[in-house]
Every structure is written in structure tokens, then in C-alpha cells.
């Protein structure tokens, strides 16, 4: 059913993500589209799109993967298939993933308004399913590290076509950040923590000497994850 009549809500609380407000839409993360990246280093946007891939796992947000011509533009990269091994991408046809019915109804089943894309190339195939989403009357956001153009002008372009019509930027640590938003949420906090240390960058090399410190001066370093 389509959600023509709702209006976006750009501030306050309610504009925030939680795990239980959103769904992501992961797209066409595939060895032909990684190739054609230029904006951003091929195996820094890989390690983003993974890490944001298990944020949301590990908040139980639903998450779609979609390929388009996999016999031809290769299969799922294998990094991002294995932190959801039992799903089954939709391939598609559509360069337009919000034109193709099995990925729009699997959005509307699951009653959500929010949606948080990224996808490969920024100014064309995440750039058309949230123009697409938001003529809908969805609550649309997009992961611009997760994400990558064909040049930098490319991508930056697309960026600035989806904020002008009203959907939201933000990047893969704001995405866990947000929906943790309290590091007393001890069920995903640790969760968090090892998926920052495993992909966090300069940020996960200072948490892991934290971590060190800690436990030099004996506190539990498992309980230091939530901090």
C-alpha cells in the first residue's frame, strides 16, 4: 500500500532511527559495481557496508540484499553474504530497485516508515529507490560510506540530488550509533563494541587500548565494552 500522505519527520526524537522504526536496503554490492568505484577506497566502503550490515543484524533490524544481474555483474561480495548467510538477494532486472514489486512489498510487510539505504553507484542505483521511496511517503536515509560513485563528482551529485528531495545522509558509525543511543542497553552494547573493534578503523584501535588500560588496572573488560 503506498504511503503517499505521510510526511517526513526531519527533527526531534522522532526523527531518529531505533531498531524498531527502520528497515535497510542493501544494493547492488557486487564485484562489477565495486570495480567501477572511485569516490572512495573499494576495500574501505567493503568494510563499511559489512559493518553496517551486522549493526543491524545485531539490533534486529530487517535488512534486504539486492543484486541486479548477478550472472553478469557477480554475486553478493562475499564479505557482506556471510554476516546474512541464509538470505537469498533478490536479483533484479530494475536498475531501479524501487521498480521491481518483491523489493517495494517486502518493505510494506514489514510496516516500517523508515528506510536507511546504501548501494553501488550513489548517483544512480541508491539515488532512484529513494527518490523513488520518498515520493512514497517514506522516512528515507542513506549511508554515504557504505555507498560509492563512479567518480567523486558522480557521488557527490547524488548526494546533494537526495538531500534536495528531503532524504537524509549519514554514515555507517552515526547508523550503530543511533540506534544504541545509550550505552545502559547492555543486550547490544557489546555487540556494538565488537563490531567497532572488528571494523572501527583509528576509533576501534583507541577502544581496544581502552580496553587494554582497563583491564591493566583490573576492571572487567567485558563490562567495559558498555562504557
Not at 554476516?83 to 514489514?110: A, G, H, L, S, Y
Given at each position: 500500500?503506498?504511503?503517499?500522505?505521510?510526511?517526513?519527520?526531519?527533527?526531534?526524537?522522532?526523527?531518529?532511527?531505533?531498531?524498531?522504526?527502520?528497515?535497510?536496503?542493501?544494493i547492488?554490492?557486487?564485484?562489477?559495481?565495486v570495480?567501477?568505484?572511485?569516490?572512495?577506497?573499494?576495500?574501505?566502503?567493503?568494510?563499511?557496508?559489512?559493518?553496517?550490515?551486522?549493526?543491524?543484524?545485531?539490533?534486529?533490524?530487517?535488512?534486504?540484499l539486492?543484486?541486479?544481474?548477478?550472472?553478469?555483474?557477480?554475486?553478493l561480495?562475499?564479505?557482506?553474504?556471510?554476516?546474512f548467510?541464509?538470505?537469498?538477494?533478490?536479483?533484479?532486472?530494475?536498475?531501479?530497485?524501487?521498480?521491481?514489486?518483491?523489493?517495494?512489498?517486502?518493505?510494506?510487510?514489514?510496516?516500517?516508515?523508515?528506510?536507511?539505504?546504501?548501494?553501488?553507484?550513489?548517483?544512480?542505483?541508491?539515488?532512484?529507490?529513494?527518490?523513488?521511496?520518498?515520493?512514497?511517503?517514506?522516512?528515507?536515509?542513506?549511508?554515504?560510506?557504505?555507498?560509492?560513485?563512479?567518480?567523486?563528482?558522480?557521488?557527490?551529485?547524488?548526494?546533494?540530488?537526495?538531500?534536495?528531495?528531503?532524504?537524509?545522509?549519514?554514515?555507517?558509525?552515526?547508523?550503530?550509533?543511533?540506534?544504541?543511543?545509550?550505552w545502559?542497553?547492555?543486550?547490544?552494547?557489546g555487540?556494538?563494541?565488537?563490531?567497532?573493534?572488528d571494523?572501527?578503523?583509528?576509533?576501534?584501535?583507541?577502544?581496544?587500548?581502552?580496553?587494554?588500560?582497563?583491564?591493566?588496572?583490573?576492571?572487567?573488560?567485558?563490562?567495559?565494552?558498555?562504557?
Amino acid at each position: 500500500m503506498k504511503m503517499k500522505n505521510s510526511q517526513p519527520v526531519k527533527v526531534g526524537r522522532d526523527s531518529m532511527l531505533t531498531p524498531d522504526n527502520c528497515v535497510l536496503v542493501l544494493i547492488d554490492h557486487q564485484p562489477f559495481q565495486v570495480s567501477g568505484v572511485k569516490n572512495i577506497d573499494a576495500a574501505l566502503m567493503i568494510n563499511n557496508v559489512v559493518q553496517l550490515a551486522k549493526a543491524a543484524k545485531a539490533f534486529n533490524v530487517p535488512t534486504l540484499l539486492s543484486t541486479v544481474l548477478k550472472d553478469r555483474g557477480g554475486n553478493l561480495i562475499k564479505p557482506l553474504q556471510d554476516v546474512f548467510p541464509e538470505q537469498v538477494p533478490i536479483d533484479r532486472t530494475t536498475i531501479n530497485t524501487w521498480e521491481d514489486e518483491r523489493c517495494v512489498k517486502w518493505v510494506e510487510q514489514t510496516g516500517r516508515k523508515k528506510i536507511v539505504f546504501a548501494a553501488l553507484w550513489t548517483e544512480i542505483c541508491l539515488a532512484f529507490p529513494v527518490l523513488d521511496a520518498l515520493g512514497d511517503g517514506y522516512e528515507v536515509y542513506f549511508v554515504t560510506d557504505a555507498s560509492g560513485g563512479t567518480t567523486v563528482e558522480a557521488h557527490e551529485m547524488g548526494i546533494q540530488r537526495m538531500i534536495q528531495a528531503g532524504a537524509v545522509p549519514l554514515t555507517t558509525v552515526v547508523f550503530g550509533a543511533e540506534l544504541q543511543r545509550d550505552w545502559a542497553r547492555e543486550n547490544t552494547a557489546g555487540k556494538l563494541a565488537e563490531i567497532m573493534l572488528d571494523h572501527g578503523g583509528a576509533s576501534a584501535t583507541n577502544l581496544a587500548w581502552e580496553l587494554q588500560l582497563l583491564k591493566a588496572n583490573g576492571t572487567n573488560g567485558a563490562a567495559a565494552r558498555g562504557v
